[in-house]
């Protein structure tokens, strides 16, 4: 079998506007300008990927996407047998330095053919399960106490058993939305903050004091990622466990990480990480460190989405049982770009049980959300 061309479709997919996420630092994301990718074959075997990019995450968006997949990583694959993702993945990364996101869209799309190809799910092909489904938590976003409350209650309500709350605001409101959040939701749900990076080192171990009353049980990237050291002093200070997220995209970055004691838990995504593999080895160097990883999320689509739930079901080190993940991307838009559905409920993450990725593209809405 051979790769005989890449195809690259830019969509952009309106966010619900009611649950648009805000947070520290970062700004808010209210739309999302992903890459979708179509590896062809001369098999007739087609596999799909999505580089769920957005500049702020990573400095790529669905234009800087498709120009190095055109340019650079295509002509490395075209006339390659897409069955042989490590050696190909292995190229590529050297092709092209960074633009993770990039490089994972071309990554999953890859283990699609592997798996259509093979007639299994793509986690088989990793390992096989590890679980029977992805505990999920939900993102309630920065927003005013009230309305933040309120978003908490629905995701209650919509089953979710786990959530985290966006601060790194200012610290009263911060401390004011977590309050209102648990109060919305009672003591029997997990809680946790995720500043993105939001906090100075100055308030980052204040606020996080003041937030503990409210039972919260991690803090996700309390300080930037800028300084790795800083947010080893922030760890030294807090009492639960520190979750690195915009710090970690690379093994490196977690051998950094783990030397310096700047965290507990790594937050990994197969669009950080530039593909599912090199996502699953990090997982496997932090269980070798003795600590965990759970699954983050940039808000994919459905094919996105569904990279992440094979990873997560066939991934040991990712310790989704006590750091529920964030494969919650699907809720967000009133169209997933699937012909059908992933099984991604409140709480629960499970991937199709067909060959590959287990997704086909709603051509009809792929053509609607098209970006020109
Ligand atoms: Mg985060």
Same mark, same amino acid.
């Given at each position: ?6 195809e690259t ?12 996420i ?11 300008? $992903?890459?979708l990718?179509? %590896?062809?074959?001369?098999?007739? $075997? *087609? ?6 990019c957005?500049?702020r995450?990573?400095?790529e ?5 498709a120009? $190095? ?8 694959? *075209? ?7 490590? #050696?190909?993945?292995g190229?590529f #990364? ?11 869209a ?5 283990w ?19 679980r029977?489904? /992805?505990?999920t938590?939900w993102s309630?976003?920065g ?16 089953g ?14 911060? +401390?004011?939305r ?11 749900i997990?809680?946790?903050v ?8 100055? *308030?980052?171990?204040?606020?996080i004091?003041?937030?503990?009353e ?5 803090a996700e990237?309390?300080v930037?990622?800028d ?6 002093l922030? #760890?030294?200070? /807090? ?18 990480? +783990? ?9 990994i995504?197969v669009?950080k990480?530039g593909?599912?593999?090199?996502a699953?080895?990090i ?5 070798a ?5 759970t *699954? ?27 750091f ?26 499970r991937?199709?049980?067909?060959p590959?990725?287990? %997704? ?9 959300? #098209?970006a020109?």
């Open positions: 079998m051979k790769i005989t061309r890449i479709i830019p969509v952009n997919v309106p966010i619900k506007p009611e649950l648009a805000r947070s520290g630092r970062g700004g808010s994301h209210t739309a999302s300008p $992903f890459l990718v179509k %590896v062809h074959t001369d098999d007739g $075997f *087609v596999g799909l990927g999505e580089a769920s957005t500049p995450w990573s400095g968006d669905q234009v800087s996407a120009h $190095f997949i055109n340019h650079y990583l295509a002509p490395k694959l *075209v006339g390659e047998n897409p069955i042989e993702v490590e #050696r190909l993945a190229t #990364r050297l092709s092209v330095a960074g633009n993770f996101f990039t490089k994972a071309i990554e999953m799309a890859l699609d053919i592997a798996g259509k190809a093979a007639g299994k799910p793509v986690y088989e092909l990793l390992g096989g399960k590890v029977e489904f /992805i505990p938590k309630v976003s927003v005013e106490p009230e309305r933040a409350a309120e978003i908490a209650r629905w995701a209650v309500a919509q979710f058993r786990a959530m985290k709350v966006k601060v790194g605001i200012n610290p009263d409101g911060d +401390v004011a977590v309050r209102a959040v648990r109060a919305a939701i009672g003591p029997d997990k809680l946790g995720d500043a993105n990076g939001g906090w100075s080192l100055a *308030v980052a171990a204040k606020t004091e003041r937030l503990c409210f039972g919260i049980y991690f990237q309390p930037s990622p300084d790795v050291a800083e947010m080893a922030v #760890r030294k200070q /807090i009492g639960i466990p520190v979750i690195a997220d915009e710090s970690i995209y690379t093994l490196q970055d977690a051998k950094t990480l +783990v030397q310096l004691g700047a965290a507990d838990v790594f937050s995504y669009g990480a593909g599912i593999l090199p699953k080895r997982a496997e160097f932090t269980e460190a003795g600590l965990k990883c *699954v983050g999320s940039n808000l994919e689509l459905g094919v996105g989405s569904a990279a992440m739930t094979h990873l997560a079901m066939a991934t040991r080190g990712i310790d989704a049982e006590h529920p993940c964030d494969i919650i991307g699907p809720f967000f838009y009133e169209h997933d770009l699937l012909a059908e559905s992933l099984p991604i409920v409140g709480g629960q993450a991937p199709n049980l067909k590959g990725l287990g %997704v086909e593209l709603d051509e009809a809405k792929v053509d609607q959300f #098209r020109t």
